[in-house]
């Protein structure tokens, strides 16, 4: 039971958290040796900032929203970046001859007394989470610094006198001479570039030529945002020094090459997996951001409805059999499966992946990286890997019939084997692997499920407000009155927290088809996917348009998120 007043009981009074979770919070927090708190959050149940709200309260502090705040110039140089880094705070304010920072965890008296000692001040604290913290170091901090990749490329772009001055003063380039990758403003602009995209969230960094222009653009959930456009002249400077820090070959101008970056900003170590290949108007750059906390996430987190998630649970502790994850690139296909392997990382188990490439480490799971040039590719692998008696396999993709087959085999073997495809929705899955050449009584006899699923951005949390969508509009939808009339449609005002966008964060929306004996039977039958279709919407699956809309309902994303990644069809009936 907890103790009148503590943060938990907090949580239950506001119906934050049920008891339930609770008990299942605290049974994590057992096994994991971790904070109840860190449980809470992890699981989902409830979000960093209800957890600091409450925790906040049973102490006594204040709690503060960080984007809510304006912290002065004066006083974030009471404090050196070195410190605040270090230990994760933040000052407030100056309260009669005591500083008051803010932190995120109350239990921490050591950094409370380094703190008093470094700063020779009494130190008194206000509560924030500790992301909350770490974004608002890296703006507060890289303010007084003054530097900015804008303001870096300030330094080529004012004029043609002033480009040969910075090229003449920091690297003792002669006037009229190109800028070489290792010069101080190259070096700085790269390094701010891809330090400025980890701050905005950014999945993606774009560097593409044109012909007079170079555009560089950050993808933020999914949506690319222009960022300023570097002279043309500096392409092949910016090209060659992220080819240095991904150890690549800066004279190969005319193949695609791939490497990998590894950076710190803030307290993550991240990695940047980059991709190079020749376009007509020069090499075009994509660095992909690989942060590991994405991939901590549970299944919970992922965004599946109650029932799916209830389902999916269950599927995965199957002892054998193939679960298909399926969407096109960037619809979280590796997440939703890393979130399925984290649930069944046990001691007990072995897991082996075939991955290409292994984008993210998983600590307890073998992992293995596909390797065209030596001929090692998955169906070799998942060969090899049977012999080293796995209880779980991943198979990055069935790609060809021959990786489909091995991956059938194994499950047939008494393994669970988990892969994705590329296909538009679930049942289009079982005739995507007929058309590989798989015959229909493997499929059939082998697949238990397939799971399609995009990504919708979410209303921002900060900003969110309900509004009254037109009769016309809910009508388009498919949304019926008495539903509509007790949904709780939300838009986004757009504020600081969003960068004045209306969404932070992304969700899946899914579709989750159960291969029950009917369907199975349609598969021996060589049914078309559209029948296969119709069969499981009458036995209960909800589609992906009809779980976007059920969110929109509920008031988590908004109607344009759910049309740009699914389309209504004659079947897509959604319950009132």
Excluded: W
Excluded at 151 to 162: K, N, P, R
Excluded at 402 to 420: R, W
Aim: hydrophobic content about 40%.
């Amino acid at each position: 039971m907890a103790r009148k007043g503590d943060f938990t009981e907090i949580l239950l009074r506001r119906r934050i958290i049920s008891q339930d979770q609770l008990n299942e919070a605290r049974q994590v927090s057992k096994e994991q040796n971790t904070s109840l708190a860190e449980c809470i959050i992890k699981l989902g149940y409830a979000s960093g900032e209800d957890v600091m709200r409450a925790v906040a309260q049973e102490h006594g502090r204040d709690f503060v929203d960080l984007t809510e705040v304006t912290i002065p110039e004066a006083m974030i140089e009471l404090v050196p970046e070195s410190v605040a880094r270090e230990n994760v705070i933040l000052p407030l304010a100056e309260e009669e001859d005591a500083l008051k920072v803010i932190v995120s965890d109350p239990y921490d008296i050591d950094t409370v007394e380094k703190l008093r000692f470094i700063l020779n001040r009494r130190i008194e604290i206000a509560l924030a989470p500790r992301d909350k913290i770490l974004e608002a170091i890296n703006k507060y901090y890289s303010q007084i610094e003054g530097e900015s990749a804008d303001s870096v490329l300030q330094e080529f772009t004012d004029t043609a006198i002033d480009f040969t001055e910075t090229a003449t003063t920091t690297t003792g380039v002669g006037p009229g001479e190109q800028i070489d990758e290792n010069s101080a403003p190259i070096v700085r602009l790269v390094d701010l570039m891809i330090k400025e995209a980890v701050q905005l969230r950014a999945s993606d960094i774009h560097v593409e030529p044109f012909e007079e222009v170079v555009r560089i653009r950050y993808r933020i959930d999914g949506v690319l945002h222009k960022r300023d456009s570097p002279p043309r002249r500096l392409l092949g400077a910016i090209v060659s020094r992220i080819k240095i820090l991904a150890k690549m070959d800066i004279a190969e101008r005319r193949r695609p090459q791939d490497g990998r970056i590894k950076i710190t900003a803030g307290d993550k170590d991240l990695d940047l997996r980059v991709s190079i290949i020749p376009t007509n108007h020069g090499q075009s750059v994509v660095m992909r951001i690989l942060d590991k906390d994405n991939i901590k996430v549970g299944i919970r987190q992922l965004g599946l409805s109650e029932d799916n998630f209830q389902q999916f649970t269950q599927l995965i502790r199957r002892p054998n059999g193939i679960i298909l994850v399926t969407g096109p690139t960037g619809s979280g296909k590796t997440t939703t499966l890393y979130a399925a392997l984290n649930a069944l990382n046990r001691p007990d188990r072995k897991i082996i992946t075939a991955e290409e490439p292994v984008e993210y480490y998983l600590p307890g799971i073998n992992q293995v990286e596909v390797k065209h040039a030596i001929g090692l590719d998955f169906a070799r692998i998942i060969r090899s890997m049977l012999r080293q008696a796995p209880n779980i396999i991943l198979v990055g993709e069935m790609r060809d019939q021959e990786t489909s087959s091995m991956g059938i085999q194994a499950s047939l073997t008494g393994h669970l084997v988990f892969s994705t495809l590329h296909t538009n929705d679930a049942p289009s899955a079982v005739t995507r692997m007929v058309d590989m050449g798989v015959p229909n009584y493997l499929v059939a006899s082998s697949v238990i499920a397939v799971l399609a699923q995009r990504l919708v951005r979410l209303v921002c949390s900060k900003c969110k407000q309900q509004i009254q969508l037109p009769e016309s509009v809910i009508r388009d939808a498919g949304i019926p009155a008495k539903l509509a009339a007790k949904a709780h449609f939300s838009k986004g005002k757009g504020c600081s927290n969003c960068n004045k966008g209306g969404y932070r964060g992304r969700q899946g929306i899914f579709e989750l088809m159960l291969v029950n004996s009917k369907v199975r039977e349609m598969i021996f039958q060589n049914q078309s996917a559209v029948e296969i279709r119709k069969l499981a919407i009458t036995q209960g699956m909800k589609t992906l348009y009809v779980d976007g809309i059920n969110k929109v309902i509920k008031g988590a994303t908004t109607l344009e998120e759910v049309y740009r990644e699914a389309k209504r069809s004659e079947q897509d009936v959604i319950a009132g």
